[in-house]
């Protein structure tokens, strides 16, 4: 654009440099970004290793005071990204807007694209907690806290998925959509750098290219690592208890039922070493044929359970569920409970379990899956990118709770479980599902499966997260040689979640995430505000017929 143009409007801002090396060992990678990211995690990991008790302690009180003060910032911040979404979809001026130039078309069909949404944000946490989430709610809930229903009756089912819902819904999926259009938006219609720091430069500008921009991305990276090591420390947990259903060995669990410090060892040994290998192949080769068999394990695990399982029952359980969510929607997503009464406290500690972990993994979560999202959805409109986004994973996801862990209810209801999968560690309770639901033989196929389903869904989760960190570090920029920072994040990932998980368990992974996640939730919530000015201000500059797009900004500096 030539500085003599006059406009009501100014056009957008269609550069966003940032500074990367140019030759050595961070040649293409901004080192502002990545050594600092990459010391924070070391410190991390070593204050882990070699300060167990000091690090137990701290991070334990620190989190009950974030979690005291700011689990009201994250249930209104989620309530926030959801209705922002909605409102961008609804508009019909807003909605029409494409991520890209206009009339660019989709880089991917349909089919394809909801395929990649599935694998994006939905596999390991649905082998977990499919049965898990459902069973757990079945046994507790804040209905039952109040004393309304009994609990594990059948007037607990409806609630009990009520709250399965709110968590696996519009809340986790309106997240990652907000974060993955604010990226993607500015990205493919302003020639922007796709990273993280590029959705708030429609509220900063140039200023992104200096120290906030990398403090941004920082930000971004560690809570990758830390989101992305509470799910993989759920499917380690997972995995251990698939092989020693298998009967692999007692060694794989320690007394208590938990995986050994040596099964852990091992499992990340093999798991975090095929995804390396997978990040070193690329997308185009490692990544994309393992999310292909994903896909298919997983569709013939679900229809195992339509079939065998209580289907029927499951499909009633799903359209009473969608319709219940819906009615409860608003409110539940702006209830927060306060201590004092006579359940006061034990609402808030259930919500604290539940609601405000979740809402807080979702937004430590939120750059890799965003980020990845935004990569495979150029040329859609807003309007069905965030429909596509937020309601066909949320359907999935509800389609496997009802499925599955109604399969699990069922089972239990009926006397046939007798107590066998309440009883079991929601680690485990898909296997205990599978021995109660099978005949033995038929089940240890089924369960070795599950455990090759769970080692393809955790190589890929961590193969994606490591070249989404790269692409942070990168300056956007996903191509080029990074086998040795593709090595160090593999292993620093490995040594993150082996450290947690043999130290503390998963409570300390949980712990860790919701703490490193509170920054990331700042930069969300500007995010918000970003792509809300973006859109608003390419609908002033369309009215006026001012440029809203880098082509079109390119054309006219051009004189075409």
């Not at 499951?314 to 219940?324: E, F």
């Not at 599902?433 to 005949?439: I, K, S, W």
């Amino acid at each position: 654009m030539t500085a003599e143009t006059d406009y009501p409007v100014e056009p957008p801002l269609i550069d966003l440099p940032i500074k990367t090396a140019s030759r050595g060992f961070y040649d293409g990678f901004s080192r502002e970004v990545t050594i600092p990211s990459k010391i924070i995690v070391s410190l991390l990991i070593m204050w882990a290793i070699f300060f167990p008790v000091s690090a137990s302690e701290t991070l334990t009180a620190a989190n009950s005071s974030i979690i005291a003060t700011f689990s009201g910032w994250y249930v209104y911040l989620v309530a926030f990204l959801m209705l922002v979404c909605f409102v961008l979809a609804i508009v019909p001026q807003s909605g029409s807007l494409r991520i890209g130039n206009p009339g660019e078309k989709p880089e991917f069909g349909r089919f394809s694209w909801f395929a990649m949404l599935f694998g994006a944000g939905i596999g390991i946490g649905m082998l977990t907690y499919s049965t898990g989430e459902p069973m757990a709610h079945f046994a507790n809930n804040p209905d039952i806290i109040r004393g309304t229903i009994e609990a594990q009756t059948a007037e607990a089912i409806r609630p009990a998925y009520v709250y399965t819902f709110l968590h696996w819904g519009f809340a986790a999926w309106g997240t990652y959509a907000l974060v993955g259009l604010a990226i993607g938006y500015v990205a493919y219609r302003r020639d922007l750098p796709l990273t993280i720091r590029s959705a708030l430069a429609p509220l900063f500008g140039l200023r992104l290219s200096g120290g906030w921009g990398h403090v941004v991305d920082i930000v971004a990276v560690v809570a990758t690592i830390l989101g992305v090591a509470v799910t993989m420390g759920l499917g380690v947990e997972q995995f251990v208890a698939g092989l020693a259903r298998l009967g692999l060995g007692d060694w794989l669990l320690d007394p208590d039922g938990s995986s050994s410090a040596l099964a852990v060892i091992v499992a990340l040994f093999v798991l975090v070493g095929a995804s390396t290998l997978s990040a070193l192949s690329g997308v185009g080769r490692g990544i994309k044929w393992l999310s292909n068999l994903n896909m298919g394990l997983s569709f013939a695990l679900l229809a195992l359970f339509l079939v065998a399982g209580s289907g029927l029952y499951g499909l009633k359980l799903l359209g009473v569920g969608v319709w219940d969510y819906v009615r409860t929607l608003v409110p539940n997503s702006l209830t927060l409970f306060r201590g004092g009464g006579e359940f006061g406290d034990a609402l808030v500690q259930w919500q604290l379990d539940w609601s405000v972990f979740y809402w807080a993994w979702w937004i430590a979560f939120a750059p890799f899956v965003g980020m990845f999202i935004a990569r495979i959805s150029r040329g859609r409109t807003i309007r069905e990118y965030v429909l596509g986004v937020i309601l066909v994973p949320s359907l999935m996801c509800f389609a496997w709770m009802t499925i599955v862990g109604g399969t699990a209810i069922d089972l239990e209801l009926s006397g046939a479980a007798q107590g066998s999968i309440l009883d079991a560690g929601i680690s485990d309770q898909l296997f205990a599902t599978l021995a109660v639901l099978l005949d033995p033989a038929v089940a240890s196929v089924v369960s070795g499966l599950v455990v090759l389903l769970l080692m393809t869904y955790l190589i890929t989760s961590a193969d994606s997260a490591i070249l989404i960190v790269n692409t942070i570090n990168g300056a956007g920029e996903s191509e080029g040689e990074r086998r040795h920072h593709i090595l160090f994040w593999g292993a620093a990932l490995a040594f993150v979640v082996g450290s947690m998980l043999i130290l503390g368990g998963i409570d300390a992974i949980r712990i860790t995430m919701i703490i490193g996640a509170l920054p990331f939730s700042f930069v969300v919530a500007i995010m918000g505000v970003a792509i809300l000015k973006a859109v608003a201000y390419d609908l002033r500059r369309k009215h006026h017929g001012v440029p809203t797009t880098a082509q079109a900004c390119n054309e006219i500096a051009a004189g075409k």
